[in-house]
């Protein structure tokens, strides 16, 4: 169940995860919620679930390397987490 969790968001590395899991399992009261919304609230999944490249990877890589500007800074870590105040948007020289 895990590996598949693993590999449905991105492939998320095991120490990633975990410390992932350790976060945001120990602190709130609704662990299993809180812990799969945070997961689907990372730059790179909410980049995907817009449709806007084909695949998980394909999001991952295009953060990483061209970068996304959130709440007009640009961010280039993959894992950042997105609020829903926030403003996500692909920068114009891209």
Known sequence: M???LRFFHGKIKEQAFRRFFQ????SIANQSKSFFASLESRLDIVFFRRRLLPT???CHQFIHYNGIEKNGKRESAPG????VSDIVSVPQKV
């Open 56 to 58: 998980i990877y394909a």
């Open 2 to 4: 895990k590996q598949q």
């Open 23 to 26: 976060t945001h399992i120990s």
């Open 80 to 83: 950042t987490l997105v609020n």
